[in-house]
């Protein structure tokens, strides 16, 4: 099932003592990157949501997860101060006030503010009652974001499909043109070389002139490119049905379509194959452009 790299998804669960919000938002990747952004009382569960996101959620693209949790009590440990990052965050608002010649209003309660500043003794027997709650929300906010990633892929199969039997039609075109042309180059290269043979008085080698006349209107034959094309085309739908991700093995395949399709277009001096080449060209690079958002 093909299914976007682009997605939002959102959810949030509340709690007698706090409440839980999670974004997941993603765009396209060669690879699985995965930021999570969190309060620093709960940097120990971002390997385990990165990881979590990952099986569950998506296997390449550049994943952001924004958790924000507004805590109703105080009673979550014994509070205490991160020292350092309270002394480097003091100094960045010194210096935003000296360099901008701003207001001198830093004082205890502006700077404690940034909730960062303060550090949370949270009891270790705590942390697996706290993954699982998390978990809980992020499992909701992922159901949402797999939904728009599945309805957005399907629009994209929908599009690429169309453009492929777009491609597909023009490859059909190409084919009846090429062979008249062929035939045609064929029997005026063959009317040439008689007439210059018996011009100069040179006899006619009958095999000899049929091989060599068979032999350069091969050149300009497309018929293996045309059965490769159709290949290509056979095994895009095959891909498209794929339980895991294929965006990778689509991209792959564009490329082998558009080496065929520049083939074409080098070996043929018709005019008419040459324009419905660069149509073809023009559909496929709209293809590539689909299939790089493709997981």
Not at 249 to 269: A, P, V
Request: charged letters at 35%.
């Amino acid at each position: 099932m093909i299914k976007s790299m682009t997605a939002f998804g959102r959810a949030k669960l509340e709690g007698e003592d706090k409440d839980i919000t999670v974004e997941i938002k993603s765009v396209n990747s060669r690879y699985f990157d995965c930021s999570v952004k969190l309060p620093r009382a709960y940097i120990f569960l971002e390997e385990r949501i990165k990881s979590h996101v990952q099986h569950n959620a998506i296997a390449r693209g550049k994943v952001d997860v924004y958790i924000t949790v507004d805590d109703h009590t105080s009673g979550v440990g014994a509070v205490g101060i991160d020292e350092a990052f309270a002394e480097s965050y003091v100094a960045a608002l010194r210096t935003l006030r000296d360099r901008f010649s701003l207001k001198d209003d830093i004082s205890v309660m502006t700077v404690a503010q940034n909730r960062d500043i303060f550090t949370y003794d949270k009891p270790e027997e705590d942390l697996e009652a706290e993954w699982e709650r998390f978990r809980t929300v992020l499992d909701m906010a992922i159901a949402g974001y797999v939904q728009m990633r599945t309805v957005e892929g399907e629009k994209a199969a929908s599009d690429i499909t169309a453009k492929i039997e777009l491609v597909r039609s023009y490859a059909d075109t190409v084919e009846k043109i090429s062979h008249e042309d062929t035939v045609g180059y064929r029997d005026k290269l063959e009317a040439r070389l008689r007439n210059i043979l018996a011009d100069n008085a040179v006899a006619i080698d009958e095999n000899r002139l049929l091989t060599e006349c068979a032999v350069w209107a091969d050149k300009i034959a497309i018929d293996e490119e045309l059965v490769r094309l159709r290949s290509h085309f056979g095994a895009f739908y095959d891909i498209l049905a794929l339980p895991e991700p294929s965006g990778r093995k689509l991209d792959f395949l564009m490329q082998e379509l558009n080496r065929e399709t520049n083939t074409i277009g080098s070996k043929c001096n018709n005019a008419k194959i040459a324009r419905i080449v660069v149509d073809m060209k023009g559909e496929l690079e709209k293809i590539r452009e689909q299939v790089q958002n493709i997981e």
